[in-house]
């Protein structure tokens, strides 16, 4: 394995998961998200929010065209790159100094918005939905995020167990395609398949994956369980959010997908300087 003082690249960001966390901010270019579904699906829009969070700190923009929240309405292939194609070509075409990366499981997608030149390709089904989209990125030796997202749990395996065994496997597709291990990323998938119980296990026992020499990406952003601890509505989380990615940084996750870039910036910059002050 690279381990975490290993460099590298995400794009235009040259990286030491060690040494920067990186903040990773959300536009959604869909009209039915959870949290800001149809306010930026227009190009327009999704410019402008992508130069608002680049503003804001962000070093990291992920662009998806279809919502992964609980009873979503599917999306087909053609749909999916008619929303993300002019948004991607519209923020590119602004070279706004972050990496760009798109939120799909389907490998068509990936590769043309690859094509269009995004950096990095998330998938939330951990590479297991269409195997062919590990291809798409090792053509282009896209770094991949690898999220955990299982509809069952497996008898006679802790879910810290089960979640091993299934990125043992996206790992190998990655590794077959051609992949290299300094360009995959894994994502535990906070609220994929999960409860309140299974999201608090995980977080609280970040130390453990971040033991098997990846590098750990953390999406709580106005979760639906930081709602169940707060009582909040989703607009209404960015505190609970931040209080979880807070807890993150010091158990050793170093990407923070969220959609209040600005209040993670500070956050995390003071938390960085308190857990490491001769680094500060």
């Keep these: 394995m690279p381990g975490l003082d290993a460099a590298r690249p995400l794009g235009p960001i040259q990286w030491r998961p060690s040494q920067m966390p990186l903040i990773m901010g959300i536009i959604n270019v869909t009209p039915d998200s959870f949290s800001d579904g149809g306010q930026f ?3 327009d829009a999704a410019l402008a929010h992508a130069r608002q969070l680049a503003d804001q700190g962000a070093h990291i923009l992920d662009i998806g065209g279809e919502s992964t929240r609980p009873d979503a309405t599917p999306v087909n292939e053609s749909e999916e790159l008619a929303r993300v194609l002019p948004a991607i070509r519209a923020i590119i075409e602004q070279d706004l100094g972050c990496a760009l990366s798109i939120d799909t499981y389907k490998a068509n ?6 094509e269009a030149g995004v950096h990095i390709v998330n998938d939330v089904w951990g590479l297991q939905r269409d195997p062919d989209i590990a291809k798409a990125a090792a053509d282009h030796q896209a770094p991949v995020i690898i999220n955990h ?20 496997r996206s790992i190998a597709i990655a590794q077959a395609a051609g992949l290299s291990e300094d360009r995959i990323i894994l994502d ?10 299974d999201n608090l296990v995980i977080l609280n026992g970040l130390e453990t994956l971040i033991g098997w020499g990846y ?7 106005r979760k639906r369980f930081i709602g169940a601890l707060t009582g909040r509505e989703a607009q209404d989380r960015v505190h609970g959010t931040v209080a979880s990615n807070v807890l993150a940084l010091e158990k050793g996750a170093s990407i923070f997908r969220v959609h209040d870039v600005a209040a993670h910036k500070d956050a995390l910059a003071v938390a960085g300087a308190i857990l490491n002050p001769q680094g500060s």
Excluded at 109 to 114: D, E, N
Excluded at 188 to 197: H, Q, R, S
Excluded at 215 to 221: D, H
Aim: charged letters at 20%; zero cysteines; a negative charge.
């Design 41 to 43: 699906i227009a190009a």
């Design 109 to 114: 997608v990936a590769a043309k918005a690859l």
């Design 149 to 168: 997202w299982e509809t069952e749990k497996q008898a006679g395996l802790g879910l810290i167990d089960q979640m091993k065994a299934f990125f043992d």
């Design 188 to 197: 535990p998938g906070i609220g994929f398949g999960k409860d309140l119980d």
């Design 215 to 221: 590098p750990l990406l953390i999406g709580t952003s």
